[in-house]
């Protein structure tokens, strides 16, 4: 743990105003929730921790059994379990009671689950700590895109390589454009599609969402989500009622009939404001679920400045 990290730390919980300037790095804590995650764990904790440093980062384990959680460099915080019927508003619960107070610490607090990785665009910063340093929205949410596997001309995913670059191939992913990021202890809502707070999302910065990175990883984890949804009722109404050869047979059929000569992705093309609808106090990003943007958005190219990044 760094000397500065520390002296900023115990002035924050002694109660004392840390003086900040437009420019100045915040103190950034991440979260997330994982059961048998295997290598997607690993990535997330070496993503966010050089982002924000390893020691802010806090993941809590659900139950898993495949060591996954064993020796990750960073806070793991082992759950007793959600209670049958109860998992995504326990989730919530969790995330938004454990964020409101971090921010009595922290200057601001993301929630991501262990597939989804925040990349600002490198053309315009140098990393999320600079993106973060001059963007002091309250509420920032990314465009997604989902990663996909083009089974057609892409081999399986090499373990240890950043993803993107063995993936070339997106789609845009409006219902994924999520208020990851917050500064102020608004509560996240509808699967952290929503927030109780206004936002828009930002051209600025993306998600890369990995769920369909790889048939062989989508496969595998399909199937422990599967189980889950038959064993205790999770996901209902969500892609885990699927089974790992339904999802990858459906990611092999969505990719199988395009050819490598596609757009890049753009995001002035999107209209961001139209991404986000307001209901009740409830801010929560609009689209199609994980199966209708598989079938029906278009590939695209993920941009070459995000090669090598995740």
């Known amino acids: 743990m760094s000397s500065s990290w520390s002296l900023r730390r115990r002035r924050s919980l002694a109660g004392e105003a840390r003086e900040t300037t437009a420019g100045t790095p ?3 804590a991440v979260l997330t929730i994982a059961r048998d995650e295997g290598e997607m764990l690993t990535r997330w904790v070496d993503h966010y ?34 209670r049958k019927g109860n998992f995504e508003a326990g989730r919530m619960g969790l995330a938004s009671g454990v964020a409101h107070g971090l921010l009595g610490v922290y200057d601001v607090v993301i929630f991501t689950d262990v597939d989804e990785f925040l990349v600002p665009d490198p053309a315009r910063y140098a990393d999320l700590s600079d993106y973060l340093a001059r963007r002091p929205d309250q509420v920032i949410a990314p465009l997604a895109l989902n990663v996909v596997h083009h089974t057609a001309v892409e081999g399986p995913m090499v373990s240890g390589k950043a993803i993107v670059g063995q993936r070339a191939f997106a789609q845009f992913a409006p219902l994924m454009c999520k208020p990851s990021i917050k500064r102020v202890p608004a509560a996240w809502t509808n699967a952290s599609h929503g927030i109780k707070a206004p936002y828009v999302p930002d051209t600025g910065l993306f998600m890369l969402h990995m769920k369909f990175a790889d048939v062989d990883l989508l496969r595998r984890q399909a199937d422990r989500r599967n189980q889950l949804a038959k064993s205790v009722g999770r996901g209902k109404g969500s892609s885990w009622g699927r089974s ?34 307001e209901e009740d106090g409830v801010h929560r990003a609009l689209g199609p679920g994980h199966i209708d943007n598989l079938r029906n958005q278009p590939l695209l190219r993920i941009p070459e400045r995000l090669h090598g990044i995740v």
Do not use: M, Y
Not at 49 to 71: C, K, P, Q
């Open 26 to 28: 915040p103190l950034v």
């Open 244 to 277: 790992g050869d339904d999802l990858a047979g459906l990611l092999t059929k969505a990719t199988a009939s395009v050819g490598t000569d596609v757009e890049e992705f753009d995001p002035t093309s999107v209209q961001p404001a139209r991404l986000v609808r």
């Open 49 to 82: 921790g050089r982002a924000a440093g390893h020691e802010n980062l806090i993941v809590f384990d659900d139950g898993s059994t495949d060591g996954s959680t064993d020796d990750l460099g960073c806070t793991v915080q082992r759950l007793p379990g959600f």
